[in-house]
């Protein structure tokens, strides 16, 4: 199991801390093991501080009244969640649901709003974190109106391949893990949509579907897809 300082170490906010301040914090984490599919935090709820993955993924979603799943982001080890409540008061502004074997820590809301008191390299941190949010859910929003499902299929395969901290966060070749799915729920579609589409990139040969996920062939064919816009669902 890896130790609290040591996972601490990973996440932005707390990377810059010295030794001694990292461990006053570890002493305040407390931390959760889940089990694949099980929900981390549910959406509305009061928030209790802030969250981050020590090891396994996360997913950041939200359903509507009909049911259907939109996934805003996908986490892996050293990323945290539920950071705008820490700051503005309110509830929990999406739901949370491991992937996979997940564990999880939970830093007080107290604690981590001392630190930005206190230290400015931390709220330096903190505001760069939000703001590449900020632009990749502006992003989303912008491929979810003007982009057909191949363009965003390919768009989103691109960025992750490039290393794009746009709507995957924190992992080591995060497309390989990526199942469709999850495409499906990160690109407003459905998984027999967006398993056409991955047809159509790997007919372009752009990418190969290996048992339900994806394997990047060419980012150039992909980038391709993903300026085309209003490309034709397939």
Not at 36 to 57: D, K, T
Not at 83 to 102: C, K, M, Q, R, Y
Not at 184 to 191: E, H, N, Y
């Amino acid at each position: 199991m890896t130790a609290i300082p040591d996972a601490l170490r990973e996440v932005p906010y707390f990377a810059t801390l010295d030794a001694t301040l990292l461990d006053e914090v570890a002493a305040q984490v407390r931390q959760r093991q889940y089990r694949a599919g099980e929900v981390v935090l549910v959406e509305g709820e009061p928030c209790e501080g802030l969250y981050f993955v020590m090891s396994g993924r996360v997913k950041v979603f939200k359903v509507s009244a009909e049911g259907k799943e939109q996934v805003l982001r996908i986490l892996s080890p050293g990323r945290t969640f539920n950071d705008v409540p820490v700051f503005d008061g309110g509830p929990n502004p999406g739901s949370i649901a491991a992937l996979e074997p997940s564990t999880i820590g939970h830093v007080p809301k107290g604690a981590v709003l001392a630190l930005v008191e206190k230290r400015p390299q931390v709220a330096m941190a903190v505001i760069r974190l939000l703001a590449s949010r900020l632009r990749a859910l502006t992003s989303m929003i912008e491929d979810l109106s003007l982009r057909g499902v191949v363009a965003r299929v390919a768009k989103l395969l691109l960025d992750c391949s490039l290393g794009h901290q746009t709507l995957v966060e924190g992992a080591a070749g995060p497309c390989a893990r990526l199942t469709q799915q999850e495409i499906a729920a990160m690109t407003g579609s459905v998984r027999e949509v967006v398993q056409r589409a991955l047809k159509a990139l790997e007919r372009e040969g752009a990418v190969k579907l290996e048992r339900a996920r994806v394997r990047i062939l060419d980012a150039s064919i992909l980038q391709r897809w993903s300026e085309s816009g209003n490309a034709p669902t397939p």
